[in-house]
């Protein structure tokens, strides 16, 4: 595609010299190859804006458009100074180029929603980005120093509270704590954490070895099949709200589901320090 784009550019160059027109218009199909204006499915404008700035802009069929670029040079084969991009006419991204690289301060947005800001030096990510909720709130904080993150990054929730610092060296996470609603600081096991049987996933399956009854009409009809049981973790670990989601037959469900709600308290899931309830579900197979 950039090669493409890049015959394409110096074809729009030489219209504009052989015109000697201050603004040239190209049209394509999709696949890049010239066409008449009515045919298009992209159009092309390039245009001089002042002695050593040079505009380049893309547009779709609908006039809509897609990207501008500045150059440095009337071939454009230079970028340098502002451009943006946009996805149904509304900016995507807004930055800079200095003789070919990123450099300066980029803006992305999600429909017309700021997103985030960051810095870049040559290509790579230098200096402060900030990540923002859809209500303009910051969610992650953090400094690039050549391209990796380097110090304190700092996560918020959307009403704007400090619940999480990362510490970073090089680019290597050197560790990290989490804040509950009173500012007490938190190791991340403290703060958020899906449930767990006790045991792990290994004691889960042995239970449900030890404790699985074939029902004899399954083994008389020969029936076999895999039983996916849903159910809730609560505030203290105990299992509630079975259900069956993909059953086989009633047997198989039944003793499936008897299973589940044998099984002992299980580890609470957590989220901000606090208990929370989870819903689960467990594929339990039958075969003979």
Not at 220 to 242: A, E, N, Y
Request: aromatic share 14%; hydrophobic share 35%.
């Amino acid at each position: 595609m950039k090669q493409i784009l890049f015959i394409l550019i110096s074809t729009i160059c030489t219209n504009a010299f052989a015109q000697k027109s201050d603004t040239t218009r190209l049209y394509t199909d999709a696949s890049m190859k010239t066409v008449e204006a009515k045919d298009a499915t992209f159009k092309f404008k390039y245009y001089k804006k002042a002695p050593n700035q040079f505009i380049f802009e893309m547009f779709d069929k609908n006039n809509s458009i897609l990207k501008s670029e500045s150059y440095l040079d009337s071939l454009i084969q230079i970028k340098q100074g502002p451009f943006i991009e946009y996805i149904a006419g509304n900016p995507s991204v807004k930055g800079s180029y200095l003789n070919n690289q990123l450099h300066g301060d980029f803006s992305y947005y999600n429909k017309e929603v700021l997103k985030r800001t960051a810095k870049f030096e040559n290509n790579l990510l230098n200096g402060a980005m900030i990540e923002y909720f859809a209500n303009g709130q910051p969610e992650l904080t953090g400094q690039f120093i050549n391209g990796k993150k380097t110090g304190e990054w700092k996560g918020y929730l959307a009403s704007g509270r400090h619940f999480k610092t990362q510490n970073f060296d090089n680019d290597k996470l050197v560790d990290e704590f989490y804040y509950d609603d009173n500012g007490k600081k938190l190791k991340k096991e403290e703060y958020e954490r899906v449930p767990q049987f006790y045991g792990g996933t290994v004691a889960f399956s042995k239970f449900i070895s030890q404790n699985l009854k074939y029902p004899k009409e399954a083994i008389r009809d020969r029936t076999q099949g895999k039983v996916v049981v849903s159910f809730v973790i609560d505030f203290d670990g105990s299992v509630i709200d079975v259900k069956i989601s993909k059953g086989v037959d009633m047997f198989l469900d039944d003793e499936a589901k008897r299973i589940i709600e044998l099984s002992p308290k299980w580890i609470p899931g957590l989220q901000n320090g606090k208990p929370v309830k989870v819903a689960y579900s467990v594929p339990i197979t039958f075969s003979l």
